[in-house]
């Protein structure tokens, strides 16, 4: 996934998840787009609850509605947050981090930090979750 409208279309569909976030405990609100292997993009948003630590994030989000579609592999994921009205680089948490660990190549997965199309950061996973654990270090 390197081509320019890949990008602006992942980015695009970040944005728009994030009009559907229910986040009335935090303010801020997130939405995430991911990209399967197969072009498909699976959207998520923050999905907060007044026992807090219940709540979920939009990358999870994303994730979870992809897997239970059965798709497994994925090629890059854009983030879209902040607070009401205003954009902020809403890096992934570090629980989600350890989720696309589960599904993704850290050398090559993408992440894009967005604020808009045009206003992004670009990562790959092993930047963002260093030596991290996977699959991998369960195989006999
Ligand atoms: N949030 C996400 O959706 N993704 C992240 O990776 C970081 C945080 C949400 C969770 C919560 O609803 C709000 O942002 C504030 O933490």
Known sequence: MEKDKDKERLIDAACCARKAAYAPYSGYFVGAALLAKDGRIYTGCNVENASYGVSNCAERTAFFKAVSEGAREFT?????????????????????????????????????????????????????????????????
Do not use: H, W
């Open 76 to 140: 890059a994921i854009a983030i879209c947050g902040g607070r009401q009205g205003e954009a902020d680089y809403a890096a992934p948490c570090g629980v989600c981090r350890q989720v696309m660990m589960e599904f993704c190549d850290p050398k090559t997965f993408t992440v894009f930090v967005a604020k808009s199309c045009g206003d992004y950061r670009k990562y790959q996973l092993e930047e963002l979750l260093p030596a991290g654990f996977g699959p991998g270090n369960l195989k006999k």
